[in-house]
């Protein structure tokens, strides 16, 4: 018979933290230049589909027989970054409360996954069309940063 002498210990200290200072934010800290300048030309990317809609063909055959809300569907899940904290802690006010803006209303439109790509969801033309004004606020606020450091347009 074989007796482990392993003893697990830990200790559970309850003490105060300290407030976070707002000067050292991750985003400051952690995230090179270009996860930033990537931080934001995935949603552009993602807005442009939306908003432009002659940009759209190439997505079309990319995924044919999807409708363009389940393409945008789709590609929020691949290149929306700024669900990450580092990448909001980028956003200036006014972009931040378009974003806010952008998320309720993308958040109340009634998906349906797909039952063919369940990690995929689609919702009428209408509801889409529901993202627009916000969307392209947002979009133009991103491009004019994209501009003014030099990145190039995806």
């Known amino acids: 018979m074989h007796v482990s002498r392993r003893v697990e210990f830990f200790e559970v200290v ?7 200072d707002p000067k050292r934010s991750l985003a400051n800290n952690m995230l090179t230049e270009e996860q930033r300048s990537a931080a934001i030309a ?14 759209r063909q190439y997505a079309r055959a990319q995924m044919a027989g ?5 393409i945008f569907h789709r590609w929020m899940s691949l290149a929306w970054t700024l669900r990450e904290p580092d990448a909001i802690a980028l956003l200036t006010s006014n972009e931040l409360k378009l974003l806010t803006e ?6 109340s439109i009634p998906w ?7 990690f995929i969801s689609d919702a009428s033309e209408d509801e889409l069309t529901k993202l627009i004004p916000v969307a392209t606020e947002l979009l133009q ?5 994209k501009r003014k450091i030099g990145m190039w347009r995806m």
Do not use: K, M, Q, W
Request: aromatic fraction near 12%.
């Open 14 to 20: 309850d003490r105060p933290r300290r407030p976070r």
């Open 42 to 55: 995935g949603p552009c990317f993602v807005l442009r589909f939306l908003v432009e809609s002659g940009n």
């Open 66 to 70: 999807f409708s363009d809300a389940a």
């Open 102 to 107: 952008f998320n309720a209303i993308y958040d």
């Open 112 to 118: 349906l996954p797909i039952e063919t790509h369940p």
């Open 141 to 145: 606020s991103l491009e004019t940063r």
